[in-house]
T-cell receptor
Framework: GENVEQHPSTLSVQEGDSAVIKCTYS??????FPWYKQELGKGPQLIID?????GEKKDQRIAVTLNKTAKHFSLHITETQPEDSAVYFC???????????FGSGTRLQVQP | ETGVTQSPTHLIKTRGQQVTLRCSSQ?????VSWYQQALGQGPQFIFQ???????GRGNFPPRFSGLQFPNYSSELNVNALELDDSALYLC???????????FGPGTRLTVL
């Protein structure tokens, strides 16, 4: 089955700096890669996703890149703000599978 | 548009008991997936329901079972509770089996 590894497990940045979180996946059939933000006491919130026919996608301060050859994808947050502090999860799936396979999460702390 | 809702918010049970958790899917969504999230980990897929039928299952024993109703709401039932069942249980709805999954806030289950 699919296996997703996520790094780093914790990340502390100063407000205004950029943050990068990286994930690798094992199943070359995976073609859908969402990113979720989970705040304390809440469920994961979908913040951006990318499909395998696209190499990069951007939404305001958030961008995701995908390298299918290397089987890795990354989340980039620019101009970080204290409200970006949360746990971020990457996930992978192919259209034939029902389940998202999640990484182990990255706790992002943005210091004001 | 109403998002995914789950009840109850918190639940405390003792080992050996049975529990039922409930989920109302987002308007227009016909697919519900259930995940278990242990503390400090990413969500793990339990099973998915599509149009009232189980449509895929993760590596969970048969004492984890579910239902989906004609209005696409869903229940997760766990029998013979074990201490390791303590976790946040998340449900996610999607417009189809391959669509983006939107998560509810979760039910925090504690087994004593």
């Amino acid at each position: 089955g699919e296996n997703v590894e996520q790094h780093p497990s914790t990340l502390s940045v100063q407000e205004g700096d950029s943050a990068v979180i990286k994930c690798t996946y094992s199943d070359s059939a995976s073609n859908y890669f969402p990113w979720y933000k989970q705040e304390l006491g809440k469920g994961p919130q979908l913040i951006i996703d990318i499909r395998s026919n696209v190499g990069e996608k951007k939404d305001q301060r958030i961008a995701v890149t995908l390298n299918k050859t290397a089987k890795h994808f990354s989340l980039h947050i620019t101009e970080t703000q204290p409200e970006d502090s949360a746990v971020y999860f990457c996930a992978a799936k192919d259209t034939g599978r029902r389940a998202l396979t999640f990484g182990s999460g990255t706790r992002l702390q943005v210091q004001p | 548009e109403t998002g995914v809702t789950q009840s109850p918010t918190h639940l405390i049970k003792t080992r050996g008991q049975q529990v039922t958790l409930r989920c109302s899917s987002q308007s227009g969504h016909n697919t519900v997936s259930w995940y278990q999230q242990a503390l400090g980990q990413g969500p793990q897929f339990i099973f998915q329901y599509y149009r009232e039928e189980e449509n895929g299952r993760g590596n969970f024993p048969p004492r984890f079972s579910g239902l989906q109703f004609p209005n696409y709401s869903s229940e997760l039932n766990v029998n013979a509770l074990e201490l390791d069942d303590s976790a946040l249980y998340l449900c996610a709805s999607s417009w189809d089996v391959g669509g983006e999954q939107f998560f509810g806030p979760g039910t925090r289950l504690t087994v004593l």
